[in-house]
């Protein structure tokens, strides 16, 4: 499959309009002017070869080292590299040689767009679920992206234990990709068209979720989400039985996070200060946290905002010398009925049912 994916996006595909779902290119949606001005600095060949599902853009960037696994032709790598600045660093690694061509074409082509006495970019032919074959060091990146890459992936387990392996403690794995809302039949897998265009290969989101865990990301956060319409009638005909959604997710590397979200009374207060995000900060999906405002968290959004590049940008409350219980509305819910359940003085029955 990996020789099939390098012969899809290396020969077939010359331009994003040769795919012929929109699975692998969805909309950017609202966009930021600053993100506009820096995507308008990328060179034309470089965007129209770009296969992504969603703009990576994580927030306060400036000085960090980001690795872009599957990086393509580099686009998202030279955004990147205008949000670290000069002082930081962005590696890109793909397989394709085709691609890395286009993107080791304009190097230096972007480093004059950008001003830039010498290039904060570097792109290495690797595979993704290899990363240990490069000599990257442990513990060494702050933050690791991916467009609509890791579906291609053979072995998605590996990939996401090798993010991990080289993220900083208090770093993250902030990628998009294309799910499915149920496990795809393996006779599909096999197709190359579906493969390629970013299906066949799409992890059940419960199956994601899992293996996030096992890899030691153990609350991943769902930051958005959008439902894919396939618009081919001869691919919707062999998969359309299945629906996927292009979502992107943020995972910390923070160890001892808990399985659920408990509450211990904590809180934390947004001062504002990062750029697009003037009056509110949207960790995720289900923390919008309104600038100026004590905004009650869990012990792990507690956690992700204090211990990672987040923490300058919050005040902090509370802390963990008592539990009250799972955090209401965030996590699974009390199992048991209030009104059924008997006081311990008061119950008569067995103690076990």
């Excluded at 792109?123 to 513990?139: A, C, H, T, V």
């Excluded at 467009?147 to 080289?166: F, G, H, M, Q, T």
């Excluded at 393996?186 to 293996?211: I, K, R, T």
């Amino acid at each position: 499959m990996k020789e099939s994916v390098k012969e899809y996006y290396g020969k077939i595909l010359q331009h994003s309009n040769d795919l012929q779902t929109n699975a692998c290119c969805t909309a950017d949606g609202a966009t930021p002017d600053f993100l506009k001005q820096a995507m308008a600095n990328i060179h034309d060949e470089v965007a129209a070869r770009y296969y992504g599902c969603g703009l990576v853009r994580p927030e306060v960037l400036e000085g960090m080292r980001i690795l872009d696994l599957g990086s393509g032709s580099g686009r998202d790598c030279y955004l990147l590299a205008q949000l670290v600045g000069e002082e930081g660093y962005v590696l890109g690694v793909d397989m394709t040689e085709e691609q890395l061509a286009v993107a080791n074409r304009h190097i230096e082509w972007h480093r004059e767009r950008f001003g830039y006495a010498r290039s904060n970019v570097e792109f290495r032919k690797g595979y993704i679920e290899q990363l240990d074959e490069l000599g990257l060091e442990e513990n060494s990146f702050d933050i690791i992206v991916s467009n609509c890459v890791i579906n291609l992936s053979p072995d998605k387990p590996a990939v996401l234990r090798e993010a991990y392996r080289l993220l900083k403690p208090g770093g993250e794995l902030y990628f998009s990709d294309v799910y499915a809302d149920r496990r795809v039949p393996a006779e599909l897998l096999e197709d190359p068209v579906l493969y390629g265009e970013c299906l066949s290969g799409a992890l059940y989101w419960n199956d994601f979720l899992n293996l996030a865990k096992q890899a030691g990301f153990t609350d991943p956060r769902l930051v958005e989400d959008h439902p894919i319409a396939i618009g081919n009638d001869e691919i919707h005909h062999k998969i359309g039985h299945i629906d996927f959604y292009s979502a992107t997710y943020r995972l910390f590397k923070l160890e001892g996070l808990e399985s659920h979200c408990e509450d211990y009374g904590q809180a934390v207060v947004y001062l504002g200060g990062i750029s697009g995000h003037e009056q509110g900060f949207p960790l995720d999906k289900h923390h919008s946290m309104e600038k100026g405002k004590m905004f009650p968290v869990c012990g792990n959004t507690y956690r992700m905002l204090n211990e990672s590049r987040l923490a300058r940008y919050f005040s902090f409350h509370g802390d963990r010398s008592t539990h009250y219980g799972i955090f209401d509305g965030c996590g699974t819910s009390l199992p048991f009925d209030r009104e059924q359940t008997a006081s311990v003085t008061g119950s008569s029955g067995s103690g076990c049912c």
